[in-house]
């Protein structure tokens, strides 16, 4: 069963504006990763952010982690019609074994 | 360096055959993942190997069971295939396990597989 959340599970924006995803979680974690997917393909690994960090900056991305919460946030500045896609959180939790709980994922749409 | 591959890209089966699906790593990682993903949905984890043994085990049948080869590289293998076995699968490898430290899981492009 899923156990992270993504809001909104679709989000529609116009070229060059920002988008702002949100990801909700139950356990607890040693990390969280977010990736996009294109078309059903392949994961893209965008970023990972540790359990003991609160902010994080990749290029155009942004990433806050919230545990107090169980809430992560990724921002996407001046978006381009290349990151329509789906985006996905993945909680990262377990000892030994990293086991990732995806949500349903955020379908990005950038209008030209 | 070459990402995560994954084999063959597309499969069709027949429900009650048996399916294999391969897995490469990306090199220098030693930890191999299964996740399943249904079309709408996001992926669930299946297993994850590490040094050739079984570290995680995800809510899935008997019917589902994996290895992992010296050189790193998996196989999944799927048995008595129902019609909801549909679903990419999709192949991640990392360098290590968690623990102190977190390391990023690398996918690869999937296995498309449709059961009729």
């Known amino acids: 069963s899923q156990q992270g959340e993504e809001d909104p599970q679709a989000l529609s924006i116009q070229e060059g504006e920002n988008a702002t995803m949100n990801c909700s979680y139950k356990?607890?974690?040693?990390?969280l990763q977010w990736y996009r997917q294109n078309s059903g393909r392949g994961l893209v690994h965008l970023i990972l952010?540790?359990?003991?960090?609160r902010e994080k900056h990749s290029g155009r991305l942004r990433v806050t982690l919230d545990t107090s919460k169980k809430s992560s946030s990724l921002l996407i500045t001046a978006s381009r019609a290349a990151d329509t896609a789906s985006y996905f959180c993945?909680?990262?939790?377990?000892?030994?074994?990293?086991?990732?709980?995806f949500g349903q994922g955020t379908r990005l749409t950038i209008n030209p | 360096d070459a990402g995560v591959t994954q084999s063959p890209t597309h499969l069709i089966k027949t429900r009650g055959q048996h399916v294999t699906l391969r897995c490469s790593p990306i090199?220098?990682?030693?930890?191999v993942s299964w996740y399943q993903q249904v079309l709408g949905q996001g992926p669930q984890f299946i297993f994850q190997?590490?040094?050739?043994?079984?570290?995680g085990r995800g809510n899935f049948p008997d019917r589902f069971s994996a290895r992992q080869f010296p050189n790193y590289s998996s196989e999944l293998n799927v048995n008595a295939l129902l019609l909801g076995d549909s679903a990419l699968y999709l192949c991640?490898?990392?360098?290590?396990?968690?623990?102190?430290?977190?390391?990023?899981?690398?996918f690869g492009p999937g296995t498309r597989l449709t059961v009729t």
């Open positions: 993945a909680a990262g939790a377990g000892q030994g074994a990293q086991r990732l709980v």
């Open positions: 090199s220098g990682h030693k930890s």
């Open positions: 190997y590490y040094e050739k043994e079984e570290r």
């Open positions: 952010i540790r359990s003991n960090e």
């Open positions: 991640a490898s990392s360098w290590g396990l968690a623990g102190f430290f977190s390391y990023e899981q690398y």
């Open positions: 356990t607890s974690i040693n990390n």
